[in-house]
C-alpha cells in the first residue's frame, strides 16, 4: 500500500470564505488550521472547519487537481462540496474517529 494524500477545502462558515489544499496528512493538517498553527489565509480568514477532501494515490494528480480546483468558479466549489457534506458539517470529528487517515 502507497502513500495517500488528500485535496482539501476549509471554511470559516456555511457559504463564507473557503481555502484549498493538498496534503498527506489529513488530521495533521486540519489541526494546524483549526489551531490557527498554519499563517496565512485560513488564520486570516478563519478557516477552521473542515467541509470537503477527495482521496488521491498520486501526490502529482493531487496537485494537479487543486491547482484545478482553485480556478473553479465559486458555486462550482460550493456544488461539489454540498455533494460530500450538504449541510457544510465540520468533517473534523470524522476524520479523527477512524477516518481517511487509519
Same mark, same amino acid.
Given at each position: 500500500m502507497g502513500q %495517500?494524500?488528500?485535496?482539501?477545502?476549509?471554511?470559516?462558515?456555511?457559504?463564507?470564505?473557503?481555502? %484549498?489544499?493538498?496534503t498527506s496528512d489529513l488530521v495533521r493538517r486540519t489541526y494546524e488550521h483549526r489551531e490557527g498553527l498554519a499563517d496565512g489565509f485560513t488564520k486570516t480568514h478563519g478557516c477552521k472547519h473542515l467541509v470537503w477532501y477527495e482521496v488521491h494515490e498520486d501526490i502529482e494528480a493531487a496537485i494537479l487537481h487543486e491547482k484545478r480546483l482553485k480556478k473553479w468558479q465559486r458555486h462550482w466549489k460550493e456544488e461539489l462540496i454540498e455533494t460530500m457534506n450538504p449541510n457544510w458539517r465540520d468533517m473534523w470529528w470524522e476524520i479523527i474517529e477512524g477516518g481517511p487517515t487509519t
Open positions: %495517500t494524500y488528500f485535496v482539501y477545502m476549509m471554511a470559516n462558515r456555511k457559504h463564507g470564505a473557503l481555502y %484549498t489544499g493538498v
